[in-house]
């Protein structure tokens, strides 16, 4: 009984989680569908035949992986701070803390919830991606790890940020003006060979770079960085985030008074 | 038996420097109906808050069914059911949905949550909503899915904050009767409310806070033989003209209108007397019934004289 209610405890979060991003697909689902079919077509399509061959691929191939990665990445972090910021808002959020489930099974539920969102939008862009170009996968294994790794990392960071907000202005502020700056800065739309060494360097200070240059390695075999050290930094990343938001939790910051 | 809830020198104080309660020492014994009353900002839903662990307590013991809320986190989360003041449910979701999945929250395989989610939205008179998206209830019915919700792991105790705020007459009676049903099945019943007359009706035991400390723990039928006098309004058969001046002690009448007499009564006099003095004087009664609700007479008592720091 004592592990099967943990369980069903955690089952429960993350139906709740998918019936709700579900339920407002036209909000969720459909909005980043769109805007990443765009950049395929502006980018890849339009911008890209001009381009030419980008690390020894056609551009918009070189484009895939990284607006992949984007999707996953922009998804999983807003599912996990929108859910988790309303339930603090509407104040539902009390019918977990009153039950009788560990911090770790609510944590590993509304994670679960964002990863879930996360990998269901970069599912969808990857078929949207075939109508543009030839997806070969060069490393299966690399490419689900590094996706799912990359997953669990943002729903985490999204967890952290809805524990904090206080209002709708607080879930916006870190995806608008840190998340989305990160990921253009990290390598999707070009190769750091491009940039003079300095920002080269600014660059590989970016957690994001990592990800999008070992997802693209996955793909299509080639990449700015070693890849063992990328997958030891989002192991790292995790652990750590997962370890603030514990303590967080125990603390009951921004949920208990 | 062990009391269902044990509090010992219970004390909270914000981060903002407000202390919420002083100290407060309590016990609830196992099957009781208990009321813990007290004005607007007296400390109950900060009491009740720490008892739902959403509140923090700074410092004090709480025993609930003889186990420590702190080394025995889960069990007691389990034998607790909640219903707070403010609603704090999902707006966009489904009552059936709701409920269900509250009970996921406490482990219930989804067969038997489907049961328990059916049997108490039936019972509260919610099956019919079940599939209707909670924010269009009425206030009523929010009130009653949050009961159903807190009932739906079937706990020992239940705590009720304010459950009849915004209810109307009829379903607030149907909603005494449920509790009254759960409460003599062994639920053990803690509830706040302002309708004192309610309060008095059902429950047995009462205690009073104020600024953050209990200043009444007591049986209902102890404080209310506590009550010195007693005042009620008679109605009479006819319209009268009589002079209701009398040699009774103990005892005054006074003309409300032509066919209605006020009659206080002192010193341990009953009804009976008034009656009979009435009744020397040719008026005959039909009805009659209280001018202030007795508890109500008692509870704004006790917090004048909390006030003047007589206790």
Known sequence: MLSDYRLIAFETIVYKEIRRFMRIWTQTMLPPVITISLYFVIFGNLVGSRIGEMGGFRYMEFIVPGLI?????????????????????????????????????????????????????????????????????FSPLITIGVVLFTSLVFSLGGFINAVF???????????????????????????????????????????????VNTFRYGILGTSDIDVAWAFAMLVLFAVLLFGVCIWLLRKGTGIRS | MTAAISVNNLKKVYASGVVALKGVSLEVGQGDFFALLGPNGAGKS?????????????????????????????????????????????QFEKVGDIVMTQAGYYGLPRKLAAQRTEKYLKQLGLWEKR???????????????????????????????????????????????????????????????????????????????????????????????????????????????ADLRHEEPG?????????????????????????????????????????????????????????????
């Not at chain 1, 969102?117 to 997806?135: H, K, Y």
């Not at chain 2, 009744?279 to 109500?296: Q, W």
């Open chain 2, 251 to 311: 005892l005054a009448l006074r003309k409300v209108d032509s066919h209605s007499i006020e009659a206080v009564l002192s010193g341990g006099r009953d009804i009976n007397s008034a009656v009979a003095v009435l009744d020397r004087l040719g008026i005959r009664i039909v009805s009659m019934r209280n001018k202030v609700n007795r508890l109500e007479q008692l509870f704004l008592s006790r917090l004048r004289a909390d006030e003047n720091g007589g206790g």
């Open chain 1, 69 to 137: 990665m984007m999707a996953v990445i922009q998804n999983s972090y807003s599912n996990v701070v929108s859910s988790f910021f309303s339930q603090k808002f509407q104040r539902s959020v009390e019918e977990l803390l009153v039950a009788p489930i560990p911090n770790y099974v609510i944590l590993s539920g509304f994670i679960a919830g964002g990863m879930a969102r996360g990998l269901c939008v970069g599912f969808i862009v990857t078929l949207v991606s075939l109508l543009f170009a030839e997806l070969r996968i």
């Open chain 2, 131 to 241: 599939d209707v998206r909670s924010r269009l209830l009425s206030g009523g019915m929010k009130r009653r899915m949050m009961i159903a919700r807190a009932l739906v792991h079937e706990p020992r105790l239940l705590i009720l904050d304010e459950p009849t705020a915004g209810v109307d007459i009829e379903l607030r009676w149907s909603m005494w009767d449920f509790l009254l049903e759960i409460n003599r099945a062994g639920t053990t019943i803690i509830l706040t409310t302002h309708y004192l007359e309610e309060a008095e009706q059902f429950c047995r035991n009462i205690a009073i806070i104020d600024e953050g400390r209990i200043i009444e723990d007591t049986s209902m039928k102890k404080l209310l033989l506590e009550l010195d006098t007693h005042a009620y309004i008679l109605d009479t058969e006819a319209d009268f003209d």
């Open chain 2, 46 to 90: 900060t009491f009740i808050g720490i008892l739902s662990t959403l509140v923090k307590r700074t410092s004090g013991e709480v025993r609930m069914f003889g186990r420590d809320v702190d080394t025995h986190v889960y069990q007691t989360k389990r034998d607790l059911g909640i219903v707070p003041q403010e609603i704090n449910f999902s």
């Open chain 1, 165 to 211: 907000a206080n209002n709708f202005d607080d879930v916006s502020i870190i995806p608008t003006f840190v998340l989305t700056p990160l990921i253009y800065l990290g390598g999707v739309f070009y190769s750091i060979e491009l940039l003079p060494p300095f920002w080269q360097l600014v660059s590989r200070l970016n957690p994001i770079f990592y990800m």
